[in-house]
């Protein structure tokens, strides 16, 4: 379905994205994962024909991403933002048209959408006057209103509160079912869990992980313990080997070395705090993504 | 470039932009602006006194005052027929002349006369009068009393000097010039020195208004798309091109919606008021240079609005544009006195003064036409050029956040490929 070789691109003084390939199979849910300025929106900008690459090429069912190829893709930008003052269905029909829809699509298919995210009869608004989860539902439709074969979506999630997160998971599924393939970036690690097919994660630019979720994680084994405590879990860091934790006030996540043992530190832990969930298991992406980008405490603040 | 997406563009910018509020307003508002602006200070400056003015007037010569009286009260008539000034002699009691001047100053601010003139004592040697009171600000009326005095004064001398005063009334004949535009088809209409100043001036105003208004437009809705990042959107839908185009011809269609509905009020205002402020000879030259002039100015904008992130920082750009459109108004003055000046046709040779120095000269008077032939081409060869230009800078500018970009910058964006 699409095929990425060797994007490069340099703004005046810094590499945005060197050399990047992947690919994105026909019906699946890929991930493009990163900490902020990885590169991500770059290479999806790339990839939409948006800005040029320095080198590298895109390739949309086997032939270069043209501009006749734009009418075939949806795109949600990171940043969200609407016409304020014109109404609802004016700037849907706008969009629509744009991408080659007659005003008799764009009604059919504006009326399929509006309903399904509950926003029927608010067609004749303006949109100022739409709370901002409704603007980003409108910017959503807007992006698969002309039924594209391919649908990027930059952070779809942010911004939702967990009943509409929901909304949106579901209807991600219903289109991933459909046959379309969808390629979203995001910081949230459980929704690219629970959705994603293949991911790819990207740190300054580069590939540093790619290939299949449950792959990924087997590689990883079973080498990680979850714990839910309370008490000062402070310690639990000091403990010998300990490749790599993440303590939280009443929650720790830990990737353990080969000379870990298990049992001692259980007996250790079960000293000092009152433990309520002790788990062995593979580990979460969410300690994989920090693992890999290493710098945790800049990665923190991002996924916070 | 594909049409399709283009008239996408179009009709969003147009169809959009006229529901506007700020569109209609201007659209009404300029237009009553420019007729007021232009009408009044004609109307005020034209019009004639209704009543009959009160003027004191001591001679110290005790010899003019009689013919000065005579001359301004059965010269200068009002409309109903009745004389303009109603001049009120008074006596001097060979008083100094500074009391005198406080004994009459008082008079007048009891109101016997809103205005006094003195003759002086040595005016047949030194021609020095006073005009005093409140409000003397008249040029007309200053101006005729110093005709009627001087030519009392003329009177008296040639009297001395034996001329009969028969003959003395034919020297005095009022002329009435009527000044007459000549035309090289020969047709000779009766033409005002304001008239062509104003079709002139007129139109150039109503270019650059149009062009300040639509320019802010399009900034505006580029900004927005920038910074609410709309124009990604956009870009993923269709090519910078197709929509750069379809903003400048969406605002073109602005523009002529605009223009129309000016000339219609224009032709209505002046059939009601029968005004004839407008010399129209030649309008479809003006209309040319018009259109070309806009074109020209739009891919300014456009260029303005990729490269700024707010508002604030597009006018400073825009403050630039609207100081070059101004100058022919600050130069219209000398250009109406000598047209042919070589300053004057430099000027209209330098691809953003063009269209309004040629708006400006050709009602007073018409260039030669290989000097129209020259100056369009000069604007369709700007127009193709700062088309391209801007369609580079719009390439790279909207994606572009941050700080504004140096000159530097911009020129490599240009050479982007």
Redesign the interface.
Known sequence: MLEVKNLHKEFVNKIAVNDISFTVNKGEIFGLLGPNGAGKTTTIRMILNIILPDSGVVLFDGKPFTEETKNLVGYLPEERGLYQKNKLFDTITYFGSLKNLKISEIKNSANYWLKKFELAGNEGRKIEELSKGNQQKVQFIISVLHNPDMIILDEPFSGFDPVNQDLLKEILIELKNNGKTIIFSTHQMEQVEKLCDNICLINNGEIILSGKLTEIKKNYGNNSIIIEFSGDGSFIKDFKGIKHCNIFENYAEIIVNNDFSVKSFLDEVNKKIDIRKFQITEPSLHSIFIEKVGNASKVKEVIS | M?L??VL??T??EYI?KVK?KAFIISMIITPIFIIAMIVLPGLLAEKSDNDTKRVGLVDLTDSLSAKVINSIESQYLLENGKPNYNIIPIPHNNESEDVLRKRVDKMSFEGKFETYIIIGKNVFRDGKCEYRGSNVSSIRDIERFTRSIKNAISEVILIQKGIKPEILKEINRPVDIKSIKITEEGEAKESGFLQTFFTSYIFIILLMMLIMLTGQMLIRSLV?EK????I????????PTELMAGKIFGLSLLGLTQILLWIIIGVGASISFSLNIVSLDNLLLIIIYFLFGYLLYASVFVAIGSMSNSEQEAQQLTGYVSMILVLPIVLAFSAVQDPNSTLIRVLSYIPFLTPTFMILRIPILLPPIWEIIVTILILIISIIFMTWVAGKIFRTGI?IYGKKPSLIELYKWIKA?
């Open positions: 594909r399709s997406k996408s563009v009709k969003w959009e506007t927005e910074s609410n990042r709309i990604e959107i956009l870009i993923s839908s269709c090519s994606l490929k």
